[in-house]
């Protein structure tokens, strides 16, 4: 007798499904959300949107302001400044990043 996911009813994800899933219940989730934290890796390429990773002691996340949103800001982001700031929290799905 074969043990085999199908036999004994398992599902099985394909990686997109999985993904697709996870960003579903994350997004239905959380709607806006306020994140204090740590800028580190602060990022501006040429596309005028700005890449970050928010950390603090225990745990780190990736973030990005899009172009539209970052001439709202009153200061220019950097490494160490400690920030308090509001967003959704999205899945990449090529990444499979949040």
Known sequence: M?????????KIYTVTTLSEE???????HF????VE???????????GHFYMVLKDEKAQ???VMFRPQTRYLQFTPQDGMKVIVRGRVAIYEPRGEY
């Open 37 to 47: 934290g740590e800028i580190s890796n602060f990022r501006s390429p040429l596309s």
């Open 31 to 34: 709607d806006f959300v306020w």
């Open 22 to 28: 996870i960003k579903s219940v994350l997004e239905a």
């Open 2 to 10: 074969a043990d085999t996911a199908e036999t004994d009813k398992t």
């Open 61 to 63: 996340i990736r973030a």
